[in-house]
């Protein structure tokens, strides 16, 4: 079992950034590949960034690609995405996901490859 407490939304206007926490406790964080998900009002729960076991390889979205970072700390178990030039339609409710792989060097882009979820943190950029 694995508790991940996502951290760091709120609202802010279009061109901002915001850094977005997940903090894991549990099971050894480095056994999961990590990822950062969104879910719009009336919209399906989309992937936005994932990053491997070992952080050593990322993988984006295209509509945050250039925009967004993600990054992992395997020494505090946390994760973080860092959001910069913010755009209205990046507004929703943002979740870390954690998913268990042998693999080292996978970034895991498909949702139902994660089975540990954190309860989402709300992320609003206006206009």
């Known amino acids: 079992q694995v508790q991940l407490v996502e951290s760091g939304g709120g609202l802010v206007q279009a061109g901002a950034s915001l850094r977005l926490s997940c903090a894991a406790s549990g099971r050894t964080f480095n056994n999961y590949a990590m990822g950062w998900f969104r879910q719009a009002p009336g919209k399906e729960r989309e992937f936005v960034a994932a990053i491997s076991r070992s952080g050593g390889t990322t993988g984006y979205a295209d509509s945050v690609k250039g925009r967004f970072t993600v990054s992992r700390d395997n020494t505090k178990n946390t994760m973080y995405l860092q959001m910069n030039s913010l755009k209205p339609e990046d507004t929703a409710v943002y979740y870390c996901?954690?998913?268990?792989?042998?693999?080292?060097?996978?970034?895991?882009?498909?949702?139902?490859?994660?089975?540990?979820w954190g309860q989402g943190t709300q992320v609003t950029v206006s206009s």
């Open positions: 996901a954690a998913a268990p792989t042998t693999l080292t060097m996978l970034p895991i882009r498909l949702l139902r490859e994660y089975r540990y």
